[in-house]
């Protein structure tokens, strides 16, 4: 299995441009699970889904995000208008979900810089 | 709600030596804990993991943990440190399993030196 796909890898723009993260997850996973990673703040979840379903997008830290998974082979994580404080590595997991699966698969991650 | 400290934020070790990586966890309910391992400009990579059962687990590359309930930890150890285990180290706690988002501390950088 090619593991979870992201992409890009590197991103960079000026602020006030809209941004889009891709992420393809493991094939016949449930679960969708979106982070930031940060100096300040650490690993941060953002928002996760179960079947394609957002579940908790508690963590998502203000309107200018969005994510949607419109299948289950797809998800996007916008931002719109981008700062200079969304600057972070932005990671993709997946998993089977339901109880008895433990494990999130991290993608390889987006570097977003903003100018 | 759910938080995880890991004690020191860099811990420096001499190859060969023991390592010892500190995580205690708040949770309201029965925990799932974990170790993962992200190396530079990579993703993370579990190492290990506890649901339920057996309180002392072995993960790959050679770590364990054991997890206490009396005193809320999940410490990890290696008997011996090698060069190669050179990385940041995360404990992350879950109260869902696979289906529930992780909450994760802030970080160990094991630094082993030669």
Known sequence: ?115 | AQSVTQLGSHVSVSEGALVLLRCNYSSSVPPYLFWYVQYPNQGLQLLLKYTTGATLVKGINGFEAEFKKSETSFHLTKPSAHMSDAAEYFCAVSSGGGADGLTFGKGTHLIIQP
């Open chain 1, 1 to 115: 299995d090619a593991g979870v796909i992201q992409s890009p890898r590197h991103e960079v723009t000026e602020m006030g441009q809209e941004v889009t993260l891709r992420c393809k997850p493991i094939s016949g996973h449930n679960s969708l699970f979106w982070y930031r990673q940060t100096m300040m703040r650490g690993l941060e979840l953002l928002i996760y889904f179960n079947n394609n379903v957002p579940i908790d997008d508690s963590g998502m830290p203000e309107d200018r995000f969005s994510a949607k998974m419109p299948n289950a082979s797809f998800s996007t994580l916008k931002i719109q208008p981008s700062e200079p404080r969304d600057s972070a590595v932005y990671f993709c997991a997946s998993s089977q979900g339901g109880a008895m699966s433990y494990e999130q698969y991290f993608g390889p991650g987006t570097r977003l810089t903003v100018t």
